[in-house]
């Protein structure tokens, strides 16, 4: 049976087929040709053109807040997908993949059918927490409890996973994407400069998060007093160079990430006192591409007073723990068709 393993998020998608023997990974959007209402192309090819469309193309992004958004598009973006990762024969590949541990029976059905109709008969389920824990390392058989946290492009989540399943959980929808789009309302509303998303990413990635949880200061030693930015003026359509106070786009980060430290509290508060006693020397593991900002561990370390890790392979752990989960799982209940 040729296997593929998917890890479908909100900005980035990875894959691995036991036919391919290669991971892939490409960012979560599609350009869809608004003449035939179709999927034309997904990936780089369509993230090439972000931006940049005009007349009858436009893109769109098929997952929000790490669920589907939109059905057509999310169907059109899994056949390429499969195209694109060589799968030979639809019907005879089995898709094993992971959804939030806050996902309910209306999602799974959802994403059924989404996959059904992208020509996947055989669809495995993981709830995501539990994959990431066993993609860092963690064994399904450890008694202890074990805290994984993950900040995506559109959902933060937090749970302790125990036995192999989730005993807590909490999750709050903000992301990388909604740090981007308030670095734009902010330059629009403030200064009157219009930049793209992908301008705000970058200057998301150069600030990171170098402040301190207590002061809400920079911490010492931080030199960086201002940050240049060329972009459009909003009000002349032209563009216009400026340099702003970096510490000005820094507490608009702060505020974001405010509410995914917040997360993390409310899923210890759920958590029971034995189970606690074990996180408290073992930490919390983090994933997912906000959390790679520079700073971001130190900022969770010192909100909640716990070790925090960071898997070695941070874009491949989710699958690893898929592949792992069903290994360790052997022949009970292999799959549930679509």
Known sequence: MKELILDIGTTTTSVYGNYIKAFLKIPTVAAVDIRKDE????????????????GYFRCVYPLRRGMIDDCEVATGFLRLLLKKVGTPKIGSVRVSMCLPAVANKTTYDMVRKVLSKGGVKKVRFVKRPVAMALGVG???????????????????????????????????????????????????????????????????????????????????????????????????????????????????????????????????????????????????????????????????????????????????????GIMRYWRMKGARKLYAHA
């Open 39 to 54: 999927v034309v192309a997904i990936g780089n090819d369509a993230w090439s053109i972000l931006g940049r469309t005009q």
């Open 138 to 320: 963690i064994s399904r058989t450890e008694i202890g409890g074990r805290m994984v946290m993950e900040i995506g492009g559109g959902l933060s989540e937090a749970a302790v996973v125990c036995l192999g399943e989730v005993a807590s959980a909490s999750s709050v929808e903000v992301g990388g994407q909604d740090i981007d789009m308030a670095i734009c309302n902010y330059l629009r509303d403030r200064y009157e400069l219009v930049i793209p998303v992908k301008t705000a990413e970058q200057l998301k990635i150069a600030l990171g998060t170098d402040f301190s949880v207590q002061q809400s200061s920079f911490r010492q030693g931080d030199n960086r007093s201002n940050i240049r930015i060329s972009a459009r003026d909003s009000v002349w359509g032209r563009p216009r160079v400026i340099d702003i106070p970096a510490k000005e786009l820094l507490e608009i980060c702060q505020d974001k990430l405010s509410q995914t430290l917040q997360t993390a509290h409310k899923c210890l508060l759920e958590t029971s006192e034995e189970l606690l006693e074990d996180i408290s020397l073992t930490g919390i593991w983090i994933g997912g591409g906000t959390a790679l900002l520079k700073g971001f561990p130190e900022l969770l370390a010192e909100s909640t007073s716990l070790p925090v890790h960071m898997p070695v392979v941070s874009s491949e752990y989710v699958l690893a």
